[in-house]
């Protein structure tokens, strides 16, 4: 939190996770009955309580609002939003939808532009459920032994799905998937808490990729892409962190922006 970071956005998820701030069992519609026909740029949409609080960048209806760039043009882009149209300090944050789908096959091509070349971190938000080919992990280990006087670095963000999300378990707790992300670079889970079932789900999770091997660091995060849920839940959270000797990761966007659209 607080680093500076530009986001890219790519579109497309394999799920859906309409179940979050659901009573046990349902699926929110909410994102639903948004008619796309209304807007004309992401930023305009409105923001959900319930379901995936990101569904404009995996639903096929709100695919208009995205843009279809090339490398070239993602590069521009990117360094054009860097404060000193350069990179210094800044991080790369690769998010979705679920970026490790198939554009694993083009950030090479991004990566090696020249005005990519200095950039020293990224780090992909994932759901951990997508295996890295072969070619992307030569590809990565690589990019982090350039030939420059610095360092690289990459670390995956994994936010594994728990039943709260409406995901089934065994579609979206895949230890061995990411374990093997931990021979790339640095990976640490993420777990979205809202009531005493979910700690008792991210416990049982937990267990399973430790006993797969996982090394890394656990976070939970409270629920709440508004801010009116997210404050009934933070502290509880924390102090079950706490408890646990697990990580709490906040959700700095909710206080800081409400959550808006581009934070
Ligand atoms: S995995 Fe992430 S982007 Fe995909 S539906 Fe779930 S919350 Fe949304």
Not at 67 to 93: F, N, Q
Request: proline share 6%; glycine share 6%.
């Amino acid at each position: 939190m607080g680093v500076p970071s530009v986001f890219l956005r790519t579109f497309g998820c394999n799920f859906k996770c309409a179940g979050f701030g659901m009573p046990k069992g349902e699926l929110s519609n909410e994102a639903e009955n948004i008619n796309p026909d209304l807007y004309t740029e992401y930023k305009s949409l409105p923001l959900v309580s319930t379901g995936c609080d990101s569904y404009a960048s995996w639903d096929p209806r709100f695919k208009h609002l995205s843009p279809v760039l090339d490398s070239s043009a993602i590069a521009d882009a990117i360094v054009d939003t860097l404060p000193h149209k350069e990179w210094r300090d800044e991080h790369l944050v690769i998010t979705g939808g679920e970026p490790l789908l198939g554009w694993q096959r083009a950030y090479p091509d991004l990566l090696n532009h020249p005005k990519m070349k200095s950039l020293k971190e990224i780090t992909f938000e994932t759901n951990g459920t997508q295996e890295l080919s072969e070619e992307f992990i030569d590809y990565l280990v690589q990019w982090q032994m350039p030939d420059v006087d610095f360092e690289r670095e990459i670390t995956f963000s994994v936010s594994a799905k728990l039943p709260c999300s409406g995901e089934k378990w065994e579609d979206a707790i895949c230890p061995e998937i990411v374990c093997r992300y931990e021979d790339v670079g640095t990976a640490y889970l993420k777990f979205v808490i809202a009531t005493e079932q979910d700690f008792a789900d991210a416990e049982c999770a937990i267990a399973a990729y430790r006993k797969a091997g996982f090394k890394g660091h656990v976070y939970l995060m409270p629920v709440g892409g508004v801010e009116s849920v997210y404050t009934l839940n933070n502290r509880r959270v924390a102090e079950f962190a706490m408890k646990h000797g697990l990580r709490y990761s906040d959700r700095l966007q909710v206080p800081l922006f409400k959550n808006e659209w581009g934070t």
